[in-house]
């Protein structure tokens, strides 16, 4: 199977040269030239296969270039059980009638992009082999928190690989922070930029599209790649525990194969939810996609109005990993509801970049609001709905999973549309210790890293080890840099 690029359909690549070159040169985003469809027994079969199975089951038909054992063998390593602590890796827990979690952060870092980034390094390293590049991957990342730390945990001391994370100085949480500023691995480096998500996202751009620097660093023998949720490596993974949801409800009788299941996920880049959208064209019987946002509700405006405009107040809010004005993925939603039409996509993201803003055709609305239904809350309501789950099921959630059962709760009573519901929970509640104990209306926080134990004494729930641990590790970096000193940065990390 081909990749092409949401700019320029003409140009085609095989699955291992779409994951080790990440972006397309036209600034395209990789897509399958077609989506493989699931045979008529698929969701049969898979009921009763681990979740590593499962996993090799549904990426195979993407990856003609890898081999079933080559799948096997990085499942067993990405999902094997000391990684994750829980052996079914993605478990769907039942919080009320017809409303179910799956909980995605019992990996290493404790948030969903685990789910993707523990795999990733196998794909892209197979694949410099695949296409025969020499260099080494110089992987750049911009993070909202949750990326830089998956990425660096999946590719610490992966051979010819470096990775260099940019995170927005004030855009983090304190313990994500720390995560970071402890992690070990003698290929990574982490850098502070000042501004917000959207501004290291712009500049790690920038630095993909510089053509000097891509020279320089080719001198030196790196090439730039990306771990960033655009990197078809990433989205693919992400596929998988939406089927596997799916099968494990099927196999605990709570629906029938062939019945509607909505999902609702918090959403930022648009990463998450748009591997469900691949899920549901490859025939899992997925129901509305419900896009939940925090106060920084781009995307709920646009789902409403085909209007795109990020030109609006960005709010720091208490689901950081939701702060993103510009919802990169959103793009190859736009190339498959414009029938694959590659100049219309190019201009919309042309005047994305030119005004910051578009609106898309009615053609395209229509079939967004076909498919997806979005909202959005604001930290009191996030807050709220944390208490509500705790009080109500003994359910603790964190801050970005409370706002998408929110979100949720407010799509059932608008639309009285009440199909049994999987809401995404995308982060431990332990990754967010401060905003879940004033959630649950604890007044006096202790300092630091001792707000974890303060959470699990409050709840009697133990923290993930990998937080808990965090007390003991030394820091390692502390750089800041301004969003136009990057190319420096980068230039120093690869000396
Ligand atoms: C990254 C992240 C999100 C948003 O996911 P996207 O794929 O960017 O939409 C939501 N919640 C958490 C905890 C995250 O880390």
Not at 222 to 235: K, P
Not at 340 to 365: H, I, T
């Amino acid at each position: 199977m081909y990749y092409v690029s949401t700019r320029n359909k003409g140009v085609k690549r095989m699955a291992a040269e779409a994951i080790a070159q990440g972006l397309a040169e036209d600034g395209g985003l990789f897509t399958p030239e077609v989506f493989p469809k699931l045979s008529q027994n698929a969701l049969n079969t898979m009921r009763d296969m681990s979740y590593q199975q499962r996993a090799v089951y549904v990426m195979k038909p993407y990856l003609d270039d890898f081999t079933a054992s080559e799948l096997t063998a990085y499942t067993k390593r990405a999902y094997g059980d000391r990684k994750f602590d829980v052996k079914e890796v993605a478990p769907v827990r039942e919080i009320g009638e017809n409303t179910y979690a799956l909980e995605l952060w019992h990996g290493p870092t404790c948030a969903f992009k685990d789910m993707a980034l523990q795999m990733l390094p196998h794909l892209l390293t197979a694949s410099l082999d695949k296409t025969a590049e020499r260099r080494t991957a110089c992987i750049l990342v911009a993070t909202s928190g949750d990326t830089g730390k998956a990425a660096m945990e999946g590719f610490r001391d992966v051979g010819r690989t470096r990775i260099l994370v940019f995170y927005p100085k004030d855009g983090v949480s304190d313990i994500q922070r720390l995560q970071m500023l402890t992690q070990e691995g003698e290929n990574v480096g982490v850098c502070a930029v000042e501004g917000n998500f959207d501004d290291a996202q712009s500049g790690v751009k920038r630095l993909f599209n510089d053509e000097t620097l891509r020279e320089e660093l080719s001198e030196r023998g790196y090439f730039f790649s990306s771990a960033n949720s655009i990197n078809w490596g990433r989205v693919l993974p992400q596929v998988v525990y939406y089927v596997s949801a799916y099968c494990d409800l099927m196999r605990a009788d709570k629906i029938k194969k062939g019945d509607p299941l909505n999902v609702c996920v918090p959403t930022g880049n648009f990463g998450d939810i748009l591997a469900a959208y691949y899920a549901k064209e490859m025939g899992v019987p997925l129901g509305k996609l419900i896009c939940a946002s925090n106060q920084n509700n781009v995307l709920t405006d646009f789902m409403r109005t085909g209007l795109y405009d990020r030109n609006r107040t960005f709010y720091n809010t208490i689901s950081p990993s939701m702060d993103i004005l510009i919802s990169s993925n959103l793009e190859r939603v736009l190339f498959e509801f414009s029938d694959r039409d590659d100049g219309e996509v190019r201009s919309y993201m042309e005047q994305l970049a030119a005004s910051g803003r578009y609106e898309v055709s009615d053609a395209v609305k229509a079939r967004f609001q076909q498919n997806f239904a979005a909202g959005f809350c604001d930290d009191g309501a996030t807050r709220a709905m944390i208490a509500k789950l705790w009080n109500e099921a003994h359910y603790l959630s964190d801050p970005h999973s409370a706002v998408a059962f929110h979100v949720l709760e407010d799509y059932r009573a608008r639309t009285g549309d009440d199909t049994p519901a999987l809401v995404v929970s995308t982060a431990s509640p332990f990754k967010f210790c401060s905003d879940v104990l004033s959630a649950l209306g604890v007044k006096e926080l202790r300092s630091g890293l001792e707000v974890i134990d303060q959470l699990a004494e409050e709840t009697g729930i133990a923290p993930p080890r990998s937080l808990s641990i965090l007390k003991d590790r030394r820091t390692r970096f502390g750089q800041t840099t301004r969003p136009e000193d990057l190319a420096q940065r980068v230039l120093e990390f690869l000396k």
